[in-house]
């Protein structure tokens, strides 16, 4: 059995397939997923499990070097994104229009959807390298 915090065998196994600058998104329940893109359903019900414990579990194995969240979080979401950003405090935030983070998930290994119930709790995380 794994050793590490990540236990599902979906994400363990799309944060080893991933390379530089390759992407993998985290999401709200009701985040639209494009038919061609890796979705790993955790949601329970409501809330279960959060935004923030998925978020917190990927990054004990992935290695991020930016970030993207929908510019509306800063008006619609302000709690979600003081968390990202003390979860994440010296990792580059690049803010972008909703409708174009729904695109960009086409451009994702995969999309991992929480039972979170909060607007614009989305974001795509950019793998870096770990040496």
Do not use: W
């Amino acid at each position: 059995m794994k050793k590490t915090p990540v236990i599902n065998s979906n994400i363990s196994r799309v944060i080893a397939e991933m390379g530089h600058f390759d992407k993998l998104s985290i999401g709200d329940a009701g985040m639209p997923v494009p038919r061609d893109t890796e979705k790993i359903d955790l949601a329970v019900t409501n809330g279960t499990p959060s935004f923030m414990d998925v978020l917190n579990n990927v990054l004990t194995e992935l290695e991020v070097q930016r970030i993207y969240l929908a510019e509306e979080i800063k008006t619609e979401n302000p709690t979600i994104l003081k968390e990202i950003q003390d979860r994440l405090p010296d990792t580059p935030i690049t803010f972008i229009p909703h409708t174009e983070m729904k695109k960009e998930l086409s451009n994702c290994h995969a999309f991992i959807r929480t039972g979170e119930m909060t607007p614009y709790a989305n974001i795509l995380l950019e793998s870096n390298v770990v040496f």
